[in-house]
């Protein structure tokens, strides 16, 4: 039974922060500014420095749960949640594709922003909740 | 091996979801949503919530699977997000390959497979704390091994994925 909830946690988590991750990037494409030429994909970068910073929150206040409302909280928001806000595929997909479309300085700089930008605001989660 | 040239800005194949995004041009979400239309914003987000319901549930698996231990005195690669991101990558190449060179595809397959199964499937904030963690551990060579390996194979899981989806797609 528990073992259902958990898997049930992770899914709707997971559900709730893909749509959220999409949201996003929907939002920015029909919303966002008009450039011409290459650009940092905000959009997916937004989404995984807000699921970093969230992450950081949630293994403070959750992460030490061993069982209970607090491990099915953590399987939600963290493991469900913030594993599906954040991504590796699309970045690395859009990686490629900046690669591809002839901007590789860009390509290396999102990544180095991404990674760099990602600790940073773990570690704001982690500070801020405590 | 040879390389094809680039492909030009006008070229069909740069007209993706990818390229639209990393481009900022409106053209290309025009063209994505005039010239295919496909299932309505409504119908995609669902789309996106289940595939990422999917990906997250089977990351958590693996997980449960192949869970890592980690003690003060030794840290373990967490092996099963290792596995997700680059099994993720290569699934999300595969899909983008097979799309970008005319294989047919059901109009849901994008925005559940790729952008939810994929997207859920992967995890950046996952790998950004267990690298954090390894650095707060004091293990700070294989915090860059993990971190920089997962990102290396990552990137190359996507490309080989892409070559893959590619030949898939002009059989197609």
Redesign the interface.
């Known amino acids: 039974m528990a073992a259902i909830l958990g898997l049930l946690a992770v899914a709707v988590g997971g559900a709730a922060g893909s749509t959220a991750r999409w949201g996003l990037a929907h939002l920015w494409a029909v919303r966002g500014p008009r450039r011409e030429g290459l650009s940092v994909p905000w959009a997916t970068f937004a989404a995984n420095i807000l699921a970093c910073f969230a992450l950081g929150v949630i293994v403070t206040w959750f992460g030490a749960s061993a069982g209970g409302a607090g491990r099915t909280a953590y399987l939600l928001l963290a493991t469900g949640f913030c594993g599906g806000l954040s991504t590796l595929s699309t970045l690395a997909l859009e990686v490629v594709a900046l690669v591809r479309g002839g901007g590789t300085v860009i390509a290396l700089g999102y990544i180095l922003l991404s990674a760099g930008s990602g600790m940073v605001a773990l570690w704001l989660g982690l500070v801020l909740a405590a | 091996m040879t390389t094809a040239p ?2 030009r ?1 006008d070229d069909p194949r ?1 007209h ?1 979801v ?9 053209e290309d ?1 025009e063209i994505l949503t005039s010239v295919r239309p496909g299932p309505s ?1 409504r119908e ?2 669902l789309l ?10 089977l ?3 693996l ?1 449960l699977a192949a869970p890592t231990i980690a003690t003060p005195t030794l840290v373990d690669i967490p092996w099963s997000t290792w596995t997700a ?1 680059v099994l ?2 290569l ?3 595969v899909i ?1 390959g097979y799309l970008e060179s005319g294989g047919r595809a059901p109009a849901w397959a994008r ?1 559940f497979l ?3 199964l ?12 267990q ?2 963690a390894m650095i707060g551990a004091d293990f700070p060579l294989i915090a860059l091994e993990y ?1 920089l390996g ?2 290396v194979l ?2 190359l ?3 080989v994925g ?1 070559l893959a989806g590619r030949i898939l797609g002009k059989r197609s």
Not at chain 2, 18 to 26: F, N
């Open positions: 680039l492909p800005r740069m993706t990818e390229m639209a995004a990393v481009s900022g041009d409106l979400h914003t995609t987000a996106v919530a289940a595939g990422g319901a999917l990906g997250a549930t990351r958590y698996l997980e991101n993720g990558c699934l999300m190449g983008a925005p790729a952008t939810g994929c997207g859920g499937f992967t995890t950046m904030s996952t790998l950004v704390l690298v954090s971190g997962s990102a990552a990137l899981a996507l490309v892409l």
